[in-house]
């Protein structure tokens, strides 16, 4: 069985050569896509077809948003379809453990979770090479991915938040228990040996991760040939957080799972003009969750939190989850943080008093308020203190690290110290070349940056926020 098609693009080899084969591979996806139903112009038949695009939709580059994605190829109406995946065509626990000895073996290990055994079904199609149902598919996935997994020391240490270096550690050990936990499943079913690798598991668990989506009948999800190509946009309000949008019209999902179609379908969720981008909505997510399970981060992220210590003695004012307790990213405290701080800064005896008034939102007075904001800001800022470089001095490493996109050998003069410890984590040294393996690692580090920047943007924006309502409470 000849697996190499596969293997030799791991590395993430990039070249001229390696585009022209990217297109070539996209293109007999696309073919293979429409000889199996998928389509873009659901109302007219297009058997035959050399694409599954073109009519509704095209595949094109969103640098800054994405990469590789769909753009609208006409005019779409809100709440049309625009693209429909039937349900051969989707990558399925179901349909894998069709083939009878791996869903024999695989009955054996009832202790694994859904999502390790869709991972173990991954990598089984990736093991028959050409002769995997989902050959085309397989070979245009990506083969790097950036979500927290992937990340080495150096990178979670670029993060610099205790919760997101927690968060990021705990999700690399996480994927290492769950390799250790599939080696004998994947032993028994005569998997190839370079399929048992560490390295190999990574990218088949962060392929699940960042591409599956939602059915109801297996809660690892499907893998969606072609629907997986629309890149991310974080929800509208009005979209996703009331049963109905302002103008009455229903509220919008953009892909599902329609049972009497057998077919995945994906619907606009807005007018799209040609040329734009077709985002969809994979779920609601702070930065960190993206970074997390997707490998990115937003620049604007009406989900994003920003978390704070609070002590115990707060933490027991609060009637809320301590996931309720954070700072948005326009800096204010979120309604339960502004409670709890308020039921907190209010004198014992006072407390049982105030709690109604309190838990509706309420102002309970001037010197509360003032009390509030004084101890929020001075907290932000005590946050801000304790990590190893300020915001501007971020914003100056995220301009650096850009310009490494141009550099093709190490240059050490003039760098920003954490640029050259970067360099030096890599054993690198002035004049070295930038390999693709130090290339892709930057990446993760200029999100970890990228990510740590935009955390203390909120926070900042938390001061001022509460400066600003000192000096208006001080005014009246
Ligand atoms: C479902 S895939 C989308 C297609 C993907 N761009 C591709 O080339 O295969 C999800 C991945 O696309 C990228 N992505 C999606 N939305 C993004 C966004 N708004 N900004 C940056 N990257 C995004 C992330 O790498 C994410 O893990």
Known sequence: MNISFFFG?????????????????LETFLQWAANLGVTDSPSVSRKQ????????????????????????????????????????????????????????????????????????????????????????????????YNTLPNFAQFETQALQVDIAIWTSEKAVSKVQSEWKEVLLLMQEVGLNPRLFTFK???WASATVSTL??????????????????????????????????????????????????AAYCFYARKNYRKGEQILLCYGTYTNLELLEHYGFVLDTNPSDKAFIPLGADIQLCSPWASETLYIQQDGKPSFALLSTLRIWATPRKLRKTHQHQTYSGELLSVENEMAVMN?????????????????EEDRLLLQAIGKLRLEKTVVFKGGEPELIRFFQAHGLQEGDQLTNKVLASKERWELAVRWRYMYKRTISNCVSHCNQKVLDLSSK
Not at 10 to 25: A, C, L, P, Q
Not at 375 to 391: H, M, Q
């Open 9 to 25: 693009e791991i590395d993430g080899r990039r070249s001229e050569t390696r585009m022209e084969e990217d297109d070539e591979k």
């Open 200 to 202: 190999s598991w990574l």
């Open 375 to 391: 101890w929020l800001a001075k907290k932000c800022l005590d946050v801000l203190n304790i990590l190893p470089t300020t915001l």
């Open 212 to 261: 599956t989506m939602h059915i109801p009948w297996d809660d690892a999800g499907c893998l969606c040939p072609v629907g997986d190509l629309a890149n991310y946009a974080a929800p509208e309000d009005e979209l996703h957080s009331t049963e109905e949008n302002v103008d009455n019209s229903p509220k919008l999902t953009d892909g599902i799972y329609e049972k009497e179609l």
């Open 49 to 144: 077809a050399a694409s599954c695009l073109g009519e509704s939709l095209v595949v094109s580059c969103f640098p800054d948003a994405g990469g590789r994605g769909l753009a609208a190829a006409r005019e779409l109406k809100r709440g049309e379809v625009f693209l429909r995946v039937p349900k051969a065509a989707m990558l399925t626990r179901e349909n894998v453990l069709e083939d009878p000895s791996l869903a024999l073996a695989v009955k054996k290990y009832c202790q694994l979770s859904s999502a390790q055994i869709l991972v173990v079904c991954l990598l089984a199609e990736v093991g028959k090479g050409r002769n995997s149902r989902w050959a085309p598919y397989l070979m245009q996935l990506p083969r790097i």
